[in-house]
């Protein structure tokens, strides 16, 4: 062959491969009326699962059931607090490890929608923001342009995105679409150099060719500020409304692309206090035809809520505050622990009769350990174990500083100082707030003088002050716990703990020493038996003290099971030093707390330990007990409440009510 000819053939070769390998690459693209992948029609139905609600044990399984149901696609978002849970110290371990998260679903056969935030709601502390941003100025704007913010913001994009660039759809991943911002239009920022600053950060670092959208309520003024050129607008709601109205609504921002409802609801959130919310599966299904035959795609927000771990939950600002359960169940198709429910199967019929599903039986509820009750045994109280909780000692201050300026995230500070002067029988203790941030005590506090409880101070209840004797020279404690960051709306500059002044009468007091609680360091305490000497020391004040209590018990079969806190009054629980996060059994609805299997080892020295606040049922050995059940109990009754009628039906979407958002 002639060296030329040769060379020709070389060089057409080449060209031809890439031309070949060019129209083989993966894409992934909006087109008219329709996503398209790789050149053809593409729609999804996709469901929601947050990683960091599962134990990472559970990842495949999660995605091997919404396989099951027929879904090709999984939503999630990023949570920022906790992969930079203090400033430049990145996590992206086990929970965290969304690299892995992503590749699994892949194997799925699932594409990933990306939700990066950076502000996400989900029902998560600070709707996902780090609570540090507000120790470097507490007025921050959030969510804007405001330079205090939005230099942490871009540090944080140019860390995340880079490291999730190959994962993208055209490089070969499953990353299909990425969210800008969330649901921006129900703020009332508007602030369309932030929504850019975003964009402008995705595509520089995940490439240009990544799809773009927004999602908002459907409603004109939402997705009016909402929307950003570039991105595909979309809308989000739930089961039981009208898809073509809500749709037609979106048409006025998305004139010709895709459909899609990004946060379709097939339940509701839960509050602390409020009656667990229900979703009835027939209205999932009719809702999700309607969508189907408008030829929609569509997100199920969530398909398995999972669980607000530690401290992970976040709280709503109706007309109260409002925690949110430490269960994320939200009435789910797969519930908290993973199993299918009659909504799973009759979304999973559904589906099958759109497109074929995947070959093998469906899925069914999984085995649950019943490894019943566990004798606990007082392990001090709170003020034993200041030392073990607090080993550096108190932080001191003239007047009390808030947990962002304590650099304590979550849980719990105890303020202590020790009164000077002589009050009143009784004197007035109140906490006031500042300009901006009322009230000042955020958000329980449970009042000891001389380590005696003697109230309870708490911001749901817009209880700030309450009456005592206190004499000169006793110590006054203050106990915070920060129920949760805002998640929503404008009250997002949360600060926690007390900001403000504490008086009594008229006299502001000073000289306050801070013990920021390392619960953490719980596991590592030694729990005494109940001897006769403690026995007397708690009855002494009926059980009502802020104290620990441990037990061991034995596991035969390692299964996920429930922790049943009955008789319990507000505490946290720990399995092996896990942190399975809050439970509230009086206030309701929510009795049970979830434990994954991987918390448990195989063995007769599993540990379970309590850190009750209030009271304990610890009168007598036999009260003094948990249990680990089968079956979980999320949807006992709740107390009564003044004009509660009229607060649960506003609790019922309140922080997605038009008048709210002003
Ligand atoms: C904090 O943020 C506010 C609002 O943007 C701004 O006015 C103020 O100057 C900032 N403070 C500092 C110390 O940067
Ligand atoms: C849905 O798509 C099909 C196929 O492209 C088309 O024939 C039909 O008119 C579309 N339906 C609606 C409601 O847009
Ligand atoms: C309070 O304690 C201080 C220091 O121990 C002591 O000097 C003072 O007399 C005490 N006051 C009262 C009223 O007991
Ligand atoms: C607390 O009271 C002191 C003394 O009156 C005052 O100097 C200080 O500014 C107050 N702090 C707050 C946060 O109001
Ligand atoms: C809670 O749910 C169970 C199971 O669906 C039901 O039997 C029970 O009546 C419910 N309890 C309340 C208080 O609604």
Same mark, same amino acid.
């Given at each position: 062959m002639h060296l030329g000819v040769g060379l020709l053939v070389l060089i057409t070769t080449l060209l031809l491969t890439d031309a070949a390998a060019k129209s083989d690459a993966p894409s992934f693209v909006v087109g008219k009326g329709t996503f398209l992948r790789d050149g053809k029609p593409f729609r999804y139905i996709s469901g929601t699962s947050h990683y960091w609600r599962h134990h990472h044990s559970d990842w495949e399984d999660n995605f091997n059931k919404m396989r099951a149901a027929g879904l090709n696609a999984v939503s999630t978002y990023i949570s920022w607090n906790l992969h !930079? @849970? *203090? =400033?430049?110290? &990145?996590n992206f371990e086990g929970n965290l490890d969304i690299r892995r998260y992503f590749r699994l679903a892949q194997k799925y056969g699932l594409v990933v929608i990306l +939700? @990066? /935030?950076?502000?996400?709601?989900? !029902?998560?502390d600070m709707g996902g923001l780090p609570y540090w941003l507000l120790r470097m100025n507490m007025t921050m704007k959030l969510r804007s342009s405001d330079p205090s913010y939005t230099q942490y913001v871009s540090r944080w994009y140019n860390k995340v995105l880079p490291y999730l660039k190959d994962l993208t759809y055209a490089n /070969?991943? #499953?990353?299909i679409t990425v969210q800008i911002e969330? *649901? &921006? /239009?129900? &703020? #009332?920022?508007?602030?369309k150099v932030y929504q850019n600053l975003l964009k402008s950060l995705v595509l520089q670092n995940m490439g240009p060719d990544i799809v773009l959208y927004t999602t908002d309520g459907c409603l004109d003024y939402m997705m009016q500020c909402g929307k950003v050129d570039g991105a595909l607008t979309t809308c989000d709601f739930g089961a039981g409304e009208n898809a073509a109205g809500n749709f037609q609504t979106l048409r006025k921002f998305n004139v010709d692309g895709p459909l899609v409802n990004s946060e379709f609801y097939p339940g509701w959130i839960d509050h602390w206090g409020y009656t667990w919310n229900t979703v009835a599966y027939q209205d999932v299904v009719r809702t999700m035809a309607d969508m189907w035959a408008l030829n929609a795609s569509f997100n199920i927000y969530p398909i398995r809520g999972g669980t607000n771990f530690g401290f992970v939950a976040g709280a709503n600002l109706g007309n109260d505050f409002q925690p949110v359960t430490t269960t994320y169940d939200f009435d789910a198709p797969l519930t908290e622990a993973g199993d299918p429910t009659e909504k799973y199967y009759a979304i999973r019929n559904l589906i099958g009769t759109y497109w074929p599903l995947p070959p093998g039986p469906a899925p069914v509820p999984s085995a649950k350990g019943a490894y019943g009750k566990v004798q606990l045994s007082y392990a001090g109280s709170l003020f034993d174990n200041l030392k073990a909780l607090r080993p550096e000692g108190p932080i001191r201050s003239a007047y009390p500083l808030s947990f962002e300026v304590l650099e304590h995230p979550y849980g719990f500070v105890l303020y202590r100082t020790v009164v000077q002067g002589r009050f009143r029988d009784p004197a007035k203790l109140s906490i006031a707030g500042i300009p901006g941030f009322t =009230? /000042?005590? +955020?958000?329980r506090g449970i009042v000891f003088v001389d380590q005696k409880p003697v109230g309870i101070l708490s911001r749901t209840e817009q209880i700030s002050d309450m009456s005592l004797f206190i004499a000169p020279n006793q110590t006054l404690d203050i106990l915070v716990h920060n129920e949760g960051r805002i998640c929503y709306g404008t009250g997002i500059n949360d600060l926690k703990g007390i900001v403000g002044n504490v008086t009594l009468d008229t006299v502001v007091l000073s000289d306050w020493a801070m013990y920021p609680l390392e619960? =953490?360091?719980?596991?590592?305490m030694n729990p005494a038996p109940l001897d006769f000497d403690l026995r007397e020391k708690i009855s002494d004040i009926q059980n009502r003290i802020s104290g620990f209590y441990s037990g061991q018990f034995s596991v035969n079969q390692v299964l996920d099971t429930f922790l049943q806190v009955s008789g319990w009054q507000n505490g946290y629980a720990f399995i092996n030093g896990n942190n399975l996060g809050r439970y509230w059994p009086v206030q309701g609805p929510q009795q049970t707390l979830f434990v994954p299997a991987a918390y448990l080892h195989e063995g007769t020295d599993n540990v379970v330990e309590l850190f009750e606040l209030e009271a304990a049922p610890c009168s007598l050995d036999w009260t003094c007990v948990v249990e680990f059940v089968q079956v979980p109990v999320l949807n006992a009754t709740v107390p009564i409440y003044p004009g509660a009628n009229e607060f649960r039906k506003r609790a019922k979407q309140p922080w997605r009510a038009k008048s709210k958002q002003g």
């Open positions: !930079e @849970p *203090e =400033p430049e110290q &990145y +939700r @990066p /935030g950076p502000f996400i709601d989900a !029902e998560v /070969g991943g #499953p990353i969330n *649901e &921006y /239009g129900s &703020y #009332p920022a508007c602030d =009230p /000042g005590l +955020r958000d619960l =953490p360091n719980f596991p590592d």
